[in-house]
């Protein structure tokens, strides 16, 4: 390694080793980051209340999707709900997979990230949150009636309320009983559902370790929930597709907010945290921060001998060139690199 290689690159307090990527410069505390995840999730909530919309354009907007799919031949809803009402041991696991899931798997990854991918946590929950917040956005501008809300007519079976008796859910959402007139039952557009399951394989898929069980499961799980969400007649396949974009735009826009959350941070006086990438290595839950090698101390990693710095009887430093003396010369006439005389 070249001098400068070894004076620049970054290392850490606790090995002294040098490191390729940079981690935060303030160590996030689960007491910060809960109360920002409930807090964002709380507005959530009452931006799903606050949305309900008009139900005959909510109900127009259904059928819209509806007339779109029939016409690009992407009607899948009719025979998975069909097959899910007809098939009691697919549509009872499918209702508790909706109904459950979404609320264990994602804050699952979230708390796994947080302990065991400290460098990787804070960009995936800054994804994860804007994403919902564009979903939001799109429940207050364009409410949307589920298939299972529709006239019985255009030949959806809710099934979680056909299957009821067999779970904790009641006949008007996937709420527990009594508090589905708590939800929005008009935000279907778009399933954040499938955007949340999405997020949960590229975590897995990126971070999950790389074997063949954790990426089957990687790309099963959002694969399956866009199933189970159009055969319970939750949602429509574009329902689906729009989950998956909101995903991409939150993705694209992470960067920014994190800039903005630092700026903003700044601003304030508080200490700001380098933002983790999806890509390289991790740091190891619990090491100290780096910081480069031209502030640390620079006898603690310098390749080069200090000049005060001398070697025993017929020893030399390895790789030293050895410069012969002319004849005659006296040995403190050799140079520097010249071997010790022997005693």
């Known amino acids: 390694m070249s001098q400068t290689e070894a004076t620049e690159a970054p290392v850490t307090r606790r090995t002294g080793a040098p490191v390729t990527e940079g981690a935060p410069n303030a160590r996030l505390r689960w007491w910060t980051e809960l109360p920002l995840i409930l807090l964002v999730y709380g507005a959530y909530s009452a931006g799903r209340l606050l949305a309900r919309g008009d139900t005959a354009h909510a109900v127009d907007h259904g059928l819209e999707l509806l007339r779109i799919e029939k016409a690009l031949w992407l009607n899948a809803e009719h025979p998975l709900n069909r097959l899910f009402t007809r098939e009691p041991w697919i549509g009872i696991p499918a209702d508790f997979w909706y109904a459950s899931l979404h609320y ?47 006239d019985p007519s255009h030949g959806f079976v809710d099934t979680m309320a056909y299957y009821s008796s067999w779970g904790w859910w009641g006949g008007e959402a996937s709420a527990p009983r009594g508090l589905g007139g708590m939800t929005n039952q008009y935000a279907a557009m778009p399933s954040l559902h499938v955007g949340w399951a999405l997020w949960c394989g590229v975590i897995l898929w990126r971070f999950g370790g790389g074997s063949r069980l954790v990426r089957t499961a990687a790309v099963a799980y959002p694969l399956i929930t866009t199933i189970v969400v159009m055969g319970t007649a939750n949602h429509y396949f574009l329902d689906a597709v729009a989950g998956a974009a909101v995903m991409g735009a939150g993705l694209l826009l992470t960067p920014l907010v994190l800039r903005t959350a630092d700026r903003c941070r700044t601003a304030l006086g508080l200490r700001t945290m380098t933002a983790g990438r999806f890509d390289g290595g991790d740091r190891p839950h619990g090491e100290e921060p780096v910081v480069p090698a031209t502030a640390a101390s620079r006898g603690s990693i310098s390749p080069i001998v200090s000049g005060g710095c001398q070697t025993s009887p017929g020893e030399r430093i390895p790789r030293q060139r050895i410069i012969e003396p002319e004849p005659g010369a006296a040995p403190s006439q050799a140079g520097d690199g010249a071997a010790a005389a022997a005693r």
């Open 104 to 150: 264990l798997v994602t804050p699952a990854l979230l708390i796994w990230l947080f302990r065991s991918r400290t460098v990787r946590y804070r960009a995936a929950r800054t994804w994860l949150l804007t994403s919902t917040f564009i979903g939001l956005v799109g429940f207050t501008l364009l409410p949307t009636c589920p298939p299972r809300l529709l």
